[in-house]
């Protein structure tokens, strides 16, 4: 008899709800059907990490913890974009703002917190704004392109943070701060002295015992005017004072806050089946704004929800440090000297390490450190274990400076196996160790894979680096951790590449095996990859494994954020007819397609559809799939060239729908753009795409690894060419060259970046080469077939894919 599930709703997409989510899961996988709403366009990610974006070391995509896959795979409902506007705590029910209502049997809260805003006049003036969200993030990016002088209100961790980011984004910027001392909710007033100077050195100038007064300018800020009559110029404002519960939502549904919600030490909020986790929820009169308490609650939460006996959550120490400035500065517990304290202070002032340990009735209470931060970890063990130290000396309690490198110096030998390496993530010395011996792990990123230690912050590597090199003595070299795959293998793309050609070996299952995969279902990174290197080495007689595939490959379609898909037909070239433009027309009024658009590669896409929909609507529009959603040959974007412009010199159209008709369907490590355009004046932007052709006087240019999209990048003159079957011919030589050394996921910008313009060049050119390369091509390029034909044609393909089944 199968067991009805209870229905799991949580409001709040954010680091803390779907991290007790992610721990429930694994304690009661079949207990709940979970579904998640999230206010912003993404999936969860990891906001701690957004610092390390806005300084340039991250991308966006970087910083996902858990990609879209993740949710279909554990079968959770997401909502993401859509705000729960309102609850009802009789019916049980959770209503958002697009009108959708859904029941649940247990609900969590899980909604953050807001940025503080100054309500100064002038605060809503253009470029004053908050930093929280990847939007923020990626405004701050913007405007750094187009204006010079920033200012940020705020001399606190994600002040600080913020302006080093502005540093490296080539901004001018100013810190404004009320008292004189900068981070001084973390730091003494030494600690704070130093890390000012330090800063001020890299270029960020504080106006310290500052208070705003109004923001000036007209449309947009150009001003910051204080209390005492002076004004800094800005042209950007990014308030960073602090933040405030967000329990708008669960104070309309009559459940208690004060500030925060009000939660006991199981989570439970005063009203019947509803939980508060993260920075909303106020537990013993604290709201805690940092992750590693979010996480602690969260673990209690998932044990109370899975049914699984727990302690109660009794509360936090709280540790923080500063990241992306380059400083090492650590600051933990009570750091404040007060009555009945005594504190040891070590201050190297030739070093620039300064260390401050405050101790009451022999127990360590808090610390400080600045310059060698690498006894943080083990003082905050003393604290937490309030480790009796009137036998210790002041020696073995700190270390001298320069630590933080090499097992000694970091203590982690000292270490008990319960000591908490990562904060963020509770994982302890034992189970890093233990992960270490048992999976045969090598680097810190195969310990972040498969123990989550270093995951958030990522300011426990270094512990974790040392407990790699405590754990395998002279076999680990730090500097030589080689990119693998992912954490489900040691090794790197090239030794599975390999593995593959000369163990002949023929399956996903197969390359695991043989090569002693540590996870042996693989992951969401690996499986798709390996499926790709099968499939080009042997294309004739690879059979792909649909089940490695990314959702959207699998689905032939784009999957919205709304749970709808997207149809984008081929349209070679983008050349078009009135007929093939009535059969669009009308596909998307027979099936009520609410948005039809045209793409930046000149198609047409009919958004909003039905998954239910999609292959009656393939059958009627009956024009092959425009693989809009996979990593193939996406678009060949043309101009009108000679047949029409008068400044053409070559038949663009006519060359893109043949490299279209040609390469359409054929895989590639990443998505692949091309371009002709018919002249120089290149209205077909042919030189950010992955392969552009530009029609010159006597003949074509081919420009290679251009790139449009998060990093722009220019293509590179690849070769020229006299007619257009050499076009042909070059290109293919080029993509399959692309195919066989490209990484999975590499875009051609970052592997001919990565390969230089010049192997490529040579490779290409080479009159032998180029003849086996086209000869490999054509093997691929023979066996392929639309899709969206073959599920037409398969009642078994749509019965799997495409039905939709009433969950009971
Ligand atoms: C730039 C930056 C750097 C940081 N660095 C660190 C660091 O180094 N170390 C550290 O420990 N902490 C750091 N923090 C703090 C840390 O990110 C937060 O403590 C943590 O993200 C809070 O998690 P949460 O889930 O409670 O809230 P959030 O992560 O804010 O998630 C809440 C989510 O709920 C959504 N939501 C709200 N209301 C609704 C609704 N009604 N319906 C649907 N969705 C809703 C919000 O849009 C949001 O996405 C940093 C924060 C920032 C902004
Ligand atoms: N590395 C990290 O751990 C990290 C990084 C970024 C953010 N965060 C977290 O994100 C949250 C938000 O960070 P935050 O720095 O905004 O909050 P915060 O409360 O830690 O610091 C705000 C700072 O702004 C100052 N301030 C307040 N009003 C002011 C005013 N009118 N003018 C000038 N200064 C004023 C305060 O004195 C304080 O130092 C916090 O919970 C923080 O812990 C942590
Ligand atoms: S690229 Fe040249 S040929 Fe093509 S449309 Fe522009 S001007 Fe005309
Ligand atoms: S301490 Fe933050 S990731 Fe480990």
């Not at 920075?279 to 992750?291: N, S």
């Not at 123990?451 to 790699?468: E, F, Q």
């Not at 059979?543 to 999957?559: G, L, Q, Y």
Request: charged content about 25%; proline content about 3%.
């Amino acid at each position: 008899m199968t067991v009805k599930k209870e229905k799991l709703v949580l409001v709040g997409n954010g680091m803390a709800g779907v991290n007790a989510v992610e721990h429930l899961l694994k304690l009661a996988p079949d207990k709940y059907e979970v579904t998640i709403f999230g206010s912003e366009p993404h999936p969860n990610y990891n906001r701690i990490l957004l610092s390390y974006v806005l300084s340039g070391d991250s991308k966006v995509e970087d910083i996902v913890i858990h990609p879209y896959e993740w949710y279909a795979t554990n079968n959770i409902t997401l909502y993401t974009n859509q705000t729960v506007t309102s609850i009802d705590t009789v019916t049980q029910t959770v209503t958002s703002d697009k009108g959708l209502t859904v029941s649940y049997d247990k609900l969590i809260l899980a909604t953050g917190s807001n940025p503080f805003m100054i309500p100064l006049p002038g605060a809503d003036k253009e470029g004053v704004m908050a930093y929280r969200t990847i939007r923020d993030c990626e405004i701050m990016i913007e405007s750094a392109k187009k204006y010079k002088k920033a200012i940020v209100i705020g001399g606190g961790l994600l002040g600080l943070e913020a302006a080093r980011g502005f540093l490296n984004l080539g901004m001018k910027v100013d810190v404004v701060h009320i008292v004189d001392t900068i981070m001084e909710r973390q730091l003494d007033r030494t600690a704070s002295k130093m890390l000012q100077a330090a800063l001020e050195e890299q270029g960020i100038h504080f106006l310290l015992e500052k208070q705003s007064a109004e923001i000036i300018g007209d449309k947009r800020v150009t001003g910051l005017k204080f209390k005492d009559g002076t004004v800094a110029e800005a042209d950007l404002i990014v308030m960073a004072v602090g933040i405030r519960p967000n329990v708008a939502l669960a104070k309309e549904a009559g459940v208690e806050c004060n500030p925060g919600i009000i939660v006991n030490d199981y989570l439970q909020t005063n009203v019947p089946n509803v939980f508060a986790v993260g920075e909303c929820a106020m537990h013993r009169g604290i709201a805690y704004g940092l992750v590693a308490p979010l996480y602690e609650q969260g673990a209690v939460l998932a044990k109370h929800l899975a049914g699984v006996e727990t302690g109660p959550y009794e509360g936090s120490i709280l540790y923080t440090k500063l990241k992306v400035s380059g400083v090492d500065v650590f600051s933990g517990g009570q750091f404040v000297d007060a009555e009945g304290t005594k504190a040891i202070r070590i201050h190297d002032e030739f070093t620039g390490v300064y260390k401050k340990v405050v101790i009451k009735e022999n127990k360590i209470i808090g610390a400080v450190l600045f310059g060698d931060t690498a006894d943080g970890t083990r003082l905050m063990q003393m604290i937490r274990e309030e480790t009796d130290i009137s036998g210790m000396s002041k020696t073995s309690i700190l270390t001298d400076s320069g630590g933080g490198s090499g097992g000694a110096a970091s203590g982690v030998a000292d270490m008990k196996n319960d000591a908490i390496i990562c904060g963020c993530n509770g994982v302890t010395k034992g189970t890093i160790c233990s992960a270490i011996r048992d999976q045969g792990l090598t680097t810190v990123d195969e310990v972040k894979n498969c123990t989550t230690a270093s995951r958030s912050c990522g300011g426990c590597k270094p512990l974790v680096s040392d407990l790699l090199a405590f754990t395998l003595g002279d076999s680990y070299d730090k500097n030589a951790a080689k990119e693998t795959i992912c954490g489900c293998t040691t090794h790197t793309r090239d030794e599975v590449v390999a593995a593959i050609r000369d163990k002949g070996l023929s399956n996903v299952r197969e390359v695991m095996n043989v090569m002693a995969w540590k996870n042996e279902e693989g992951c969401s990174k690996c499986r798709p990859a390996l499926n790709y290197y099968l499939g080009m080495i042997s294309p004739e007689t690879y059979k792909d494994d649909s089940t490695s595939r990314f959702v959207n490959e699998r689905m032939h379609a784009n999957i919205q954020k709304d749970g709808t898909y997207s149809v984008v037909p081929r349209i070679y070239g983008g050349v078009t007819n009135p007929t093939e433009l009535k059969r669009i027309a009308e596909v998307a009024e027979q099936f009520n397609v609410p948005t039809v658009k045209f793409t930046g590669g000149q198609r047409l896409d009919l958004l909003g559809v039905k998954k239910e929909d999609l292959t009656a609507m393939w059958e009627a529009l009956d024009m092959p799939s425009g693989y809009a959603y996979g990593k193939a040959l996406r678009t060949v974007k043309t101009c009108v060239g000679e047949t029409f412009c008068r400044f053409g010199t070559g038949d663009s159209m006519a060359v893109g729908i043949e490299l279209e008709k040609r390469f359409e369907r054929l895989n590639t490590p990443a998505k692949v753009k091309l371009a002709v355009s018919g002249c120089p004046r290149n209205c077909a932007e042919s030189g950010i795409k992955d392969l552009g052709v530009v029609s010159v006087d006597g003949g074509w240019e081919l420009y290679a690894g251009g790139n449009g999209g998060v990093k722009v990048r220019v293509g590179d003159l690849l070769a020229t060419v006299k007619t257009e079957q050499e076009i042909i011919e070059y290109t293919e030589a080029y993509l399959q060259y692309y195919r066989e050394t490209g990484k999975y996921g590499e875009r051609t910008s970052e592997w001919v970046h990565r390969v230089g313009i010049e192997h490529v060049r040579e490779v290409v050119m080479n009159e032998e080469e180029r003849k086996q390369l086209c000869e490999r091509m054509d093997k691929a390029l023979s066996v392929t077939q639309d899709p969206w034909k073959q599920a037409i044609d398969s009642k078994k393909i749509q019965r799997d894919l495409y039905e939709v089944v009433e969950i009971k």
